[in-house]
């Protein structure tokens, strides 16, 4: 069985511009996503990862997992910063059956 190094590199290229004060900003970031275990947490991290990198517009979902760690469906889709009209035409287009991201 191949070592998690082996299935895909890291992406050090991604960080190497970054300063050392975007680089505690992103662990901070992975800390917390970890420590995360209630809906409020996960929309906590949401805010702090738009804070930290240059998107207007975040959203985030918990996942169910199947036994043997599949995607199984969302649980919970939680909206950071989507205007609400926006979401509501997204659902009822039945948009996410076609979007590549979700």
Same mark, same amino acid.
């Given at each position: 069985?191949? &070592?998690?190094?082996? @299935?895909?590199? +890291?992406? /050090?290229?991604?960080?190497?511009?970054? &300063? !050392? &004060?975007?680089?505690?900003?992103?662990?901070? =970031?992975?800390?917390? *996503?970890?420590?995360?275990?209630?809906?409020?947490?996960? !929309?906590?991290?949401?805010?702090? $990862? %738009? @804070?930290? +990198?240059? $998107? *207007? /517009?975040?959203?985030?979902?918990?996942? /169910? =997992?199947g036994?043997?760690? *599949? +995607?199984?469906?969302? *649980?919970?889709?939680?909206?950071?910063?989507?205007?609400?009209?926006?979401? /509501?035409?997204?659902? %009822? !287009?039945?948009?996410?059956?076609v979007?590549?991201? $979700?």
């Open positions: 069985m191949p &070592s998690v190094q082996d @299935k895909r590199p +890291f992406p /050090r290229e991604l960080f190497a511009a970054l &300063s !050392k &004060s975007e680089c505690e900003g992103f662990i901070e =970031l992975l800390h917390y *996503t970890a420590e995360s275990d209630n809906v409020d947490d996960v !929309k906590s991290v949401l805010v702090r $990862f %738009q @804070k930290l +990198f240059p $998107f *207007t /517009r975040v959203i985030g979902g918990l996942a /169910r =997992l036994a043997s760690g *599949t +995607f199984e469906g969302f *649980t919970n889709v939680l909206n950071a910063s989507y205007p609400e009209e926006w979401l /509501r035409l997204y659902w %009822q !287009k039945g948009y996410f059956d979007d590549p991201v $979700f």
